[in-house]
């Protein structure tokens, strides 16, 4: 995600280095430059038109201050005005009045609308709503069954759908059924269609005016650039809605979606979908996503990850054994499985300000999912005994654990030789170096 326009925009600001002062013919090298990174982004070309114009007015002739370079004055002017073209700050939903709070998801078929459904209901879970599912999806195929399976993972409760009634109806006899059972929340899976039709939106507007949502999020495919905008204006144009989902967000997209869609709809985007996985949703801020696209990382959403994989128990458990020079395999994997909730290693270590930057710097860099996986299957090929104390793994059983886990015993002694040289750091850590960490001075 804005991997492209990230390295673009990194090489024009580097151009700017070492002049004096941002007069007009070094911004509007610069400048045309940036235009055609936003265009190639497939950000929508008025908002790259006015964003061009608006950034030239603020850079031309800004003296520049003793503590930085030109490069990082108009850094700093692009990202102000980044943030502004994204909404400015995080848009979040609104659910109070009737209760329960219905929440209509639109859009078109395919974009995502029945996993986001139960993505956002378990982030509503998670911000301490009890939350209600139902679709009024009653033309696809196994849409009621995939919705009732996802939600089942999350313990969401499930409202029926019978078969034969109308979706205005379901979604009343929801709304009803919700609030008898005590829900604070209603999500509603709506149909959709492979393009837009009247009937579709004759339908959706039906089921606004019956159940009143406080919310209507229309929920669009990333991966379709400037076509998820135009789609998204004409469903406000004929609903209303409130703010945008935008999905697939780890994949290919360009970003020209998330960077458009406030200046030409109006509407805040509020959420993205940023994998497969029902906590794979993250509420959108025009802060830290500017900060991305301009290869900054970004620290705060690592922390919220961080705060939300790691139980704090469990982290003063293991505080308490790195100092006890106890840390064993088996923490070692439980850690790695912790890590592995926040999401993709190449995704956490972008988030650290300049890191990305490094990885695509050094050749092979990049940290590889499957040694991470390869990992966790020696680790889980090892017995309790062997994980709770290294030192009786000898020849025989680095044989068999190979054999186990599908690997080679120089796999194996690789991983052992890692985890020696893990505990050797951590003994430094103990010797002083926790008390230096907590000073702000880090020993290595």
Do not use: W
């Amino acid at each position: 995600m804005f991997e492209h326009l990230t390295d673009k925009l990194d090489g024009i600001f580097r151009k700017l280095k070492g002049r004096g002062t941002l007069n007009e013919e070094a911004v509007n090298l610069g400048l045309k430059d940036v235009r055609m990174a936003l265009l190639e982004a497939d950000v929508n070309f008025k908002v790259v038109r006015s964003f061009i114009d608006d950034v030239r007015q603020r850079a031309v002739g800004r003296d520049i201050l003793d503590s930085i370079t030109p490069g990082q004055q108009i850094v700093k002017i692009v990202y102000d005005r980044l943030v502004e073209l994204m909404g400015g700050g995080a848009s979040h939903l609104k659910l109070s009045g009737i209760v329960p709070a219905p929440i209509m998801l639109v859009g078109l078929q395919g974009c995502g609308k029945t996993t986001t459904a139960v993505k956002l209901a378990r982030h509503l879970q998670q911000q301490g709503r009890k939350t209600a599912l139902v679709s009024a999806d009653v033309y696809r195929p196994a849409a009621v069954d995939q919705l009732r399976i996802l939600g089942e993972k999350i313990d969401a409760g499930i409202l029926p759908s019978p078969e034969g009634e109308s979706p205005v109806k379901i979604c009343l006899e929801a709304l009803r059924e919700a609030r008898g059972r005590g829900f604070d929340t209603l999500v509603i899976d709506t149909a959709g269609r492979l393009q837009i039709d009247e009937a579709l939106m004759k339908e959706l507007v039906e089921i606004k005016k019956a159940v009143a949502p406080s919310e209507i999020l229309f929920v669009a495919d990333a991966m379709t650039g400037q076509e998820a905008v135009n789609v998204a204006r004409a469903f406000d144009e004929a609903l209303g809605i409130d703010g945008v989902i935008l999905t697939k967000m780890d994949g290919d997209a360009r970003g020209g979606a998330a960077l458009s869609l406030k200046a030409v709809t109006g509407k805040p985007v509020k959420f993205l979908g940023v994998g497969e996985k029902i906590d794979a949703l993250e509420v959108f801020h025009p802060d830290r996503m500017a900060s991305r696209i301009l290869g900054q990382g970004d620290v705060l959403t690592l922390v919220e990850k961080a705060q939300t994989a790691f139980d704090e128990k469990q982290a003063k458990e293991l505080e308490r054994k790195i100092r006890k020079d106890a840390f064993t395999l088996e923490d070692f994997r439980d850690q790695l499985l912790q890590i592995r909730k926040m999401g993709s290693l190449e995704d956490i270590l972008g988030m650290i300000p300049g890191f990305g930057k490094k990885m695509k710097a050094l050749k092979g860099a990049a940290p590889d999912e499957k040694e991470l996986t390869k990992t966790l299957a020696i680790i889980d090929s090892m017995t309790r005994k062997e994980r709770n104390d290294h030192l009786i793994i000898n020849g025989q059983r680095r044989k068999r654990i190979a054999r186990g886990s599908g690997t080679t015993v120089q796999d194996v002694n690789r991983l052992l030789k890692n985890y020696g040289e893990m505990r050797k750091m951590m003994k430094k850590l103990t010797r002083g170096g926790m008390k230096s960490l907590r000073r702000g001075n880090f020993p290595f």
